[in-house]
């Protein structure tokens, strides 16, 4: 087998150990000599393939919003109106913000360890363009009813309240899922999501 063969075998073990632990355990559980030993590698073959533990979280970060992306394309997106939306179609943008909402607190319950992971680690350097590419394109989705809510707003600023609305569901969800604090039950935290994400599509819709 070549080098680069290895190479490759030896970074989707590494990657997919990864991504069991802190699909099982969270990702304070990921430790380097830990994934050595279960992929079956010396400690200083993972930095043959990975520059560090950063870049490794990230790849495996990198699979979580793959799965989020699945989840969300599942959700039914209203239609952008060729034309001025008339109030029906508003109407629609806002259910398509609240069940965007809806589909990330069903993502966050399920996948509790993961997602936990997207937020709770911090690189000690810039995060790479691929994956800023990414975020972006995830955010993708609520612009779309954003821009029938609000044609009037430029793009950088449409981009920023769509970031202001996810911060606010996320918000809600991290306090509602977090046994330290309030925990809710699953459909007492979506009833509290549809009012208050419906809320502010409203009040957009009338702005």
């Not at 590419?133 to 920023?160: K, M, S, T």
């Amino acid at each position: 087998m070549r080098n680069e063969e290895r190479r490759e075998r030896l970074k989707a073990a590494l990657l997919d150990a990864a991504e069991r632990t802190i699909a099982e355990s969270g990702l304070p559980a990921l430790k380097a000599r830990d994934l050595a030993k279960d992929v079956g590698c010396a400690l200083g073959a993972i930095y043959t393939v990975f520059p560090d533990l950063d870049a490794l979280i990230l790849a495996v970060n990198l699979r979580t919003l793959a799965l989020f992306d699945r989840a969300i394309t599942a959700v039914r997106i209203a239609p952008e109106p060729e034309g001025a939306a008339t109030p029906a179609e508003r109407d629609a943008a806002v259910e398509t913000l609240v069940r965007l909402a809806v589909a990330y607190l069903h993502f966050a319950a399920a996948n509790p360890a993961r997602w936990r992971a997207l937020f709770q680690h911090r690189v000690t350097h810039a995060l790479p363009d691929w994956y800023l590419v990414e975020q972006v394109r995830l955010f993708r989705y609520i612009e779309a009813p954003l821009r029938v809510l609000r044609p009037d707003l430029g793009e950088r600023e449409r981009a920023l309240l769509a970031r202001s609305l996810f911060s606010a569901t996320h918000g809600l969800v991290s306090l509602g899922l977090d046994e330290k604090l309030m925990v809710l039950s699953e459909p007492v935290l979506r009833g509290q999501i549809e009012i208050v994400v419906g809320a502010l599509g409203r009040g957009l819709a009338e702005g």
